[in-house]
């Protein structure tokens, strides 16, 4: 295994405990440096249901949905429940499952161990510098060490989010040397950036939005918390929507308008209250947002926020109905690698058996989770596709071994 993070780890111990020879080589000085972090350190583990329709690819539809198809979150948790004995737990409110306080590092240390216990061998403070194949057997360079030998290799190094936990884009250029297509990589799950003042001076706020923009010519919405950030906008609302700017951004284009809808509630219902509010445009929207930015929205809409909302004539109750239901972001950008959570693009699906991760160009080896063109939203869906795409590769390279 050349990566030691979450797919890496859960790779190692599901290729051990199938009783292959594996060793696990991982840049850092400890494996799960990212995987610790996780959750804000309760670890999203996993996310509240089975996919359907959650995640963003470059490559073909058909390969992701057979690759999801492998590992039901259902057979997941009863791994983590039974066989590393942590209980993933739902959150309340999204139902997404938590490992808890501290569970994150807890985790990257369990899967360590039961990597070890099983007989992996785990390398730490190695990084893979080239991988070479050589008829049956691979050659893998490690930065100035020395080299190794194995009859298969997974690729387990990550993306480029988060860069100085180790996972800074490098298995990328392996994959490309061997000749594999890797899709442009973007960052996925990041905060936005505002393009001009609008909407600014309202950091530390948090709403419930609905957001929408486009991404490869399809509608793409969002709805949840929405957090108002010094320069932009953050919060799984405008994290799960940020890929549809910063694909673009990544290829020098325009990105697309996103709105906002600051009313997802009940949008129609409050409009027609509106007309028959008693107290003022200013009282009414107050009811319904943080001041702040109901002040902000209602000068944005050019209206006085002191006159009475059944006052409003048609045009004026449109421009508000407009800011309050559509409203322009005017987003510039996204806030990089240092900021995003996952990766968008990498090694193209087709390119790999949908089974067993394993390249359709070269037997032997196998890509395993941000290394793969695929991502989802906040809520375990990353996690999960790493669990789910490292036992896959895992139990293929343990029986690629065993055929030898
Ligand atoms: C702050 C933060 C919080 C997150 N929280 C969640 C969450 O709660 N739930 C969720 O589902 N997702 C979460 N994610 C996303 C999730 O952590 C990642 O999608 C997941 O860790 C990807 O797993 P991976 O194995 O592909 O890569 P990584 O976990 O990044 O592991 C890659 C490993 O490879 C090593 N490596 C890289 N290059 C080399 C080399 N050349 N030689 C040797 N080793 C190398 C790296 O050091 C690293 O340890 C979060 C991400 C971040 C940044």
Redesign the pocket.
């Known amino acids: 295994m050349?990566?030691?993070?979450?797919?890496?780890l859960m790779a190692a111990v599901v290729s051990a405990r199938a009783g292959a020879r594996t060793l696990l080589?991982?840049?850092?000085d400890r494996?799960?440096?990212?995987?610790a972090?996780?959750?804000g350190g309760r670890?999203?583990?996993l996310p509240r249901s089975e996919p359907s329709g959650e995640y963003v690819t470059t490559s073909s539809a058909n390969s992701l949905k057979r690759i999801l198809a492998g590992w039901s979150v259902r057979e997941a948790a009863r791994f983590f429940r039974v066989e590393a004995g942590m209980e993933p737990t739902p959150e309340q409110g999204t139902g997404n499952l938590f490992l808890g306080s501290g569970g994150a590092a807890m985790l990257a240390r369990r899967l360590a161990g039961m990597a070890a216990e099983a007989g992996a061998e785990i390398l730490t403070g190695?990084?893979?510098?080239s991988i070479e194949p050589g008829g049956a057997v691979w050659r893998i360079g490690t930065g100035g060490g020395a080299g190794f030998e194995a009859c298969s290799v997974v690729l387990?190094?990550?993306?480029r989010?988060?860069p100085w936990?180790?996972?800074s884009g490098?298995?990328y250029a392996l994959a490309e040397r061997l000749g594999h297509t890797v899709r442009r990589t973007f960052p996925a799950l990041v905060p936005l950036l505002r393009r001009s003042g609008v909407l600014g001076g309202l950091d530390g706020i948090v709403v419930d939005a609905a957001l929408r923009s486009s991404f490869g010519g399809r509608k793409v919405s969002s709805r949840g918390s929405l957090l108002f950030t010094k320069d932009g906008f953050s919060g799984p609302a405008a994290m799960n929507i940020s890929h549809c700017v910063s694909l673009p951004s990544a290829s020098g284009s325009e990105p697309p308008e996103v709105r906002a809808c600051w009313l997802p509630e009940a949008a129609g219902a409050a409009m027609a209250e509106l007309s028959s509010h008693g107290g003022t445009l200013g009282g009414f929207l107050r009811a319904a947002l943080p001041a702040r930015l109901s002040s902000a929205l209602i000068s944005m809409a050019g209206l006085d926020p002191g006159k009475p909302a059944c006052a409003l004539d048609r045009e004026a109750r449109a421009a508000m109905q407009k800011v309050l239901l559509d409203c322009p972001l005017d987003i510039g950008g996204d806030s990089g690698w240092r900021k995003a959570?996952?990766t968008g693009g990498g090694v193209a699906l087709e390119e790999v058996e949908s089974h067993t991760l394993e390249s359709r160009l070269h037997p032997g080896l196998y890509f395993?989770?941000?290394?793969l063109d695929a991502f989802g939203p906040v809520g375990?869906?990353?996690?999960?596709?790493?669990w789910l795409t490292?036992r896959a590769a895992g139990l293929a390279a343990a029986a690629r071994r065993r055929n030898a």
């Open positions: 050349a990566g030691g993070g979450a797919s890496g080589l991982e840049l850092n494996p799960g440096v990212k995987l972090l996780t959750g670890c999203n583990v190695v990084r893979v510098a387990a190094t990550g993306g989010s988060w936990t180790g996972s490098r298995g959570e996952t395993t989770g941000e290394m375990g869906w990353n996690l999960y596709w790493a490292g």
